[in-house]
């Protein structure tokens, strides 16, 4: 009879120990453990096949001995996800894509599934049934992908036989949380199923060259469900945002081994799926008739993509005494620094008045770029000023009201020049080696916040 044994284990941090605690020594978080049995499964029980198998041993290697090789990507064709994950899918590499509930993972790996081509790939899902998988692939596109194949089923045994016997180029599973090991005797999303499950799937990537995509459930709190292990252990952690009531929704590039971690694509939601937004300045500037008092445009970079985006803000009298600070996309902590300093180098008392930020397209901005538009739009709701809709900014505010450079700036200049954008404002260090003449948009290089002030609201 098999032995078996009890462990706990950190709900948040995956930690383990021999008996409970009520803090955890790892990530200090209280009451986060829980027991769970671990139950030693004989050899006979099957799994990945090389790991019963006799393989090569391993010897160390000198860094110039060993041979690079080229990095073999497979095109997706969802050029938006293409270039979160770096320039296409790498073999053999374990993404993890997380997300709220119905914000439309399954719907965007569905949709990769029927899309891609030349490439056999296996859906494998714990969550819905065949003909629910069906439904959506029929409303996704009209003529599903033939090399597509659907599996539903939650045993990673019973999986990897199905795997030897199709032999598929990709896989998908949906979701991590769902899968579970006969060699863990404990409940499917426990940490030590999670992180048996993963590692399983984590060798059969590297071993086979088959890359593999994770959808993943999150927490209350926005974190990936599981232990933290699991974004370790994963090449690629993407998050999929947006709010489920609007039709837009963000991919973001949280770790990457293959590419930058900055990236983010931008998907719209409709009946048919999610259309790639290639231009996203289209949902990120609002289209008005008239010039409103509180809107200001900031040239912003994400990862290797600029865009232009519009701040809003609202000044008004404090109605309750103690003035509020709101903001939306924005870090709250950054906007009160930037009231400081209208306050000291600039003279606006706004110590009595409640100030509202929010991006425009429910995009989180971390740029400090678009510090000038937010101070722009915030003086411009106050005095009641409108600005021109053909101004556009791009330049990080100094404590001591200075006007400093941002690094890339010829791309921001370009995207805004594009956009028939008349003029942009930027930092006069961030002038030197830009040929002006390259670009029909007029330049203004500003050196404190003062003059642009005094340029803008004279």
Not at 90 to 119: D, F, H, R, Y
Not at 123 to 143: F, N, P, T
Request: net charge negative.
């Amino acid at each position: 009879m098999a032995k078996s044994k009890t462990a706990y284990f950190c709900q948040s941090c995956g930690y383990e120990s021999a008996k409970w605690l009520g803090k955890c020594p790892s990530c200090n978080q209280w009451n986060t453990f829980v027991e769970e049995i671990i139950e030693k499964i004989p050899p006979s029980v099957p799994t990945w096949k090389t790991e019963t198998s006799s393989r090569k041993l391993s010897k160390p290697s000198k860094v110039d001995e060993i041979q690079s090789s080229v990095e073999r990507r497979i095109l997706t064709g969802d050029k938006e996800l293409d270039r979160v994950l770096g320039g296409g899918l790498v073999e053999g590499s374990l993404v993890l894509i997380g997300g709220e509930p119905g914000i439309g993972k399954s719907t965007l790996m569905l949709q990769l599934a029927l899309n891609i081509k030349g490439k056999k790939l296996l859906y494998i899902s714990g969550e819905e049934s065949e003909q629910q998988i069906k439904m959506r692939a029929e409303r996704i596109k009209e003529s599903p992908s033939s090399d597509c194949y659907i599996l539903t089923e939650t045993s990673t045994q019973n999986i990897f036989k199905q795997i030897e016997i199709l032999e598929p180029e990709i896989l998908v599973v949906d979701s991590i949380q769902t899968l579970h090991s006969a060699h863990i005797d404990s409940t499917p999303g426990s940490v030590s199923q999670v992180r048996e499950c993963t590692a399983e799937l984590l060798r059969f990537a590297k071993e086979t060259g088959v890359p593999v995509f994770l959808i993943g459930h999150i927490t209350k709190d926005g974190a990936i469900a599981g232990p933290k292990i699991l974004e370790h252990m994963v090449d690629t952690v993407l998050q999929f945002e947006g709010d489920r009531h609007h039709i837009y929704r963000i991919l973001r590039s949280i770790k990457n081994r293959f590419g930058a971690a900055s990236e983010l694509g931008i998907y719209e939601m409709q009946g048919s799926g999610l259309r790639e937004v290639s231009n996203p300045s289209e949902i990120l500037l609002s289209q008005r008739d008239e010039e409103l008092s509180g809107i200001a445009i900031s040239a912003m970079l994400e990862g290797a993509r600029p865009m232009l985006i519009e701040t809003q803000a609202l000044v008004s009298s404090a109605a309750y005494g103690t003035p509020q600070r709101s903001a939306t996309g924005f870090d709250t902590k950054r906007l009160n620094m930037l009231l400081a300093v209208l306050e000291k180098r600039c003279g606006f008392r706004l110590s009595t008045q409640d100030v509202f930020l929010n991006i425009a397209g429910g995009i989180r901005v971390e740029d400090p770029a678009i510090d000038l538009a937010v101070l722009i739009a915030i003086i411009s709701s106050q005095q009641d000023i409108p600005i021109s809709s053909k101004n556009c900014f791009a330049a990080e505010v100094g404590l001591s009201g200075e006007i400093r450079a941002v690094n890339r700036i010829e791309q921001r200049i370009a995207e805004a020049d594009k956009l028939g954008f008349e003029a942009i404002y930027i930092s006069k260090y961030n002038l030197k080696g830009i040929d002006q003449s390259k670009y029909n948009l007029e330049i203004k290089a500003v050196s404190k916040i003062e003059e642009v002030f005094e340029m803008i609201f004279g």
